[in-house]
């Protein structure tokens, strides 16, 4: 990645351009906008070069044959969005996600990092990095010091070279989030020495603390931990403001807290506005219907959130907390131009957008999409095995009890697991883990997934590995093998048709298609297993927290099945 400084020949030309020798590309006049610093609005003219702010104030520049005016009169400017935690592989790739949310005025995105790190070779997965830092938008990431899962191998995976290289990295802002957070506090130096790499390079530790006590938190901080973003009740963001964490408030398909906590902050008047962040934390496609930031300011302002602050959470609040207010969060001199151009401050979905310089929607119209980026470094599933019989022998004597989207316990079987079909009468299914290259599987019951669903195939998992589910081991078979001629995604068999589903061909795990058909393809599917018994909040991230080593109680992993709350394996995983 270049430095994300300009180069010494662009900083002289807008020096010129300050002493009027040169013009800008675009000048947006009578521009109303917010300024964070000052926290009001202000008027003024915006000078833009290339992706620079070069001025913001009063004055006007020369005004060449190239350059741009465009009259803002009333019209309401706010720096572009920034999304402080994405999870940008649910089914979408990080620039379809992007795309689709510029358009929606979140231009900035502060990424997790765990599908490329375990999915390739550092080299190849800075490769795709540098690939989306060309895009008119901005990408930041963080890195991962665990897996949250049990890997076969993460002690291969998580070295100090690999953690060390992606620290090293300028576009890499943070570590964490610490879903293995237990380790650490139990004495795991390996993750305190990367924390402590991290620290010495000024980047930020997120935690992940869901109903963490105050000791918890307390020595949490001790350890490192700068933010946290599992809130869910006002008491708990109260908490996590008295030990001086950041606190990213959540939005997200599986925990839709904001308009709860934020009544809180405002009934309580709290005036912690600046203290606070937003985010919708990794939501699968369908959600972001409703938008992305923009749904987050909404939100904050229904609750009586005053408008300045409702906008500075979701910019220069993100921007002061992560360090980088040289470049975003603020409408001012020397910054990125990442603008949106509102028509009421009450309506925070912009009707024009500029990022990095670049109009990418106008007077309501997308003008620019971003860039298709080359995912050829990405490794195809190719699942070269086949299934046997052998593979479907479900004789364990417990399973996997689904009580709620993120809770798994442990029961004990009592059905006749031999025949090759289980009664519909029951919400009781087989569930298989299977290894993407055939080396291993972990066989089980999974209660509370459905009590109709035949069969079942994802490659889309915490891990891509293979989960195959269903009360008929005939169309789990023939739902793995449609699942390998699509070469990654998600499938619904029923009677030996394909009901619904879901290509993947990147890495099995992601679309390639714009978000507005993944968002149609991911409605029917959960439709067809509401439709078959499915009665939890996201069966998306059901396929992902089977695997979840920081939920509680029991999960299916790569070495089997794991006590999450003792920390051993319950039952191993089949060689095949």
Known sequence: MDNPLWKNIEIRNQLKIIGKEQSPDLVLTNAYYLHGIYKKWMTGNIWIHDDRIVYAGQEMPKIGDETEVADMTGKFIVPGYI??????????????????????????????????????????AFSILDQLNELPFTFYWWTRFDSQTE????????????VGEWLDRPEVLLGGELTGWP??????????????????????????????????????????????????????????????????LRHSSIRPDLPSLLKGVVDRELNVYEKLMMTTDGSTPSFHKDGVMDLCIRIALEAGVPAIEAYMMSSYNVARYYNMTAMHGLIATGRYANLNILDSIDNPVPSSVISKGKWLK???????????????????????????????????????????????????????????????????????????????????????FTNAVEGFASSYSNTGDIILIGKNRRQM???????????????????????????????????????????????????????????????????????????????????????????????PAFMR
């Open 83 to 124: 999304e402080p935690h994405v999870h940008p592989f649910q089914l979408y790739n990080p620039q379809s996600f992007a795309d689709y949310s510029a358009q929606l005025g979140t231009t900035t995105f502060i990424s997790d990092n765990l599908t490329l790190f375990l999915s390739m070779e550092n080299e190849k």
């Open 183 to 248: 380790k650490l506090m139990a004495g795991d130096d390996q993750m305190l020495y990367w924390i402590q790499k991290a620290k010495m390079t000024r980047k930020k530790i997120e935690g992940h603390f869901p109903g963490a006590s105050e000791k918890t938190l307390a020595r949490m901080k001790l350890l490192g931990a700068d933010g946290d973003h599992e809130a869910m009740t006002i008491d708990e963001v109260e908490m996590r403001l008295l030990h001086g964490y950041g606190v990213t």
């Open 151 to 162: 890997l076969a191998a993460e002690d291969m995976l998580f070295t100090s070279k690999s």
């Open 477 to 571: 078979w023939l739902a793995f093998d449609k699942l390998k001629e699509m070469n990654g995604g998600i499938v619904l068999m029923e009677s030996d048709e394909m009901i619904c589903h879901i290509p993947l061909p990147l890495g099995g795990g992601m679309s390639e298609l714009p978000m507005e058909q993944i968002m149609e393809q991911e409605t029917v599917l959960k439709q067809a297993l509401k439709e078959r018994g499915y009665k939890h909040g996201d069966a998306i991230y059901t396929l992902l927290f089977l695997q979840a080593t920081h939920l509680p109680y029991v999960r299916v992993t790569q070495k089997g099945i794991y006590d999450v709350m003792n920390k051993k394996i319950l039952f």
């Open 362 to 448: 106008r007077d309501g119209e997308k003008v620019l999409a971003l860039p298709e980026i080359n995912w050829d470094v990405l490794p195809d599933l190719n699942m070269d095995f086949e299934l046997t019989e052998d593979d479907f022998q479900f004789s364990m004597p417990f399973g996997l009890d689904m009580v709620n989207d993120v809770i798994i316990k442990p029961y004990s079987v009592n059905i006749d697991t031999h025949d090759g079909t289980l009664s519909k009468d029951h919400d009781e299914s087989f569930l298989m883990l299977i290894d993407k290259h055939g080396k291993w599987r972990v066989n089980t019951l999974i209660k509370g």
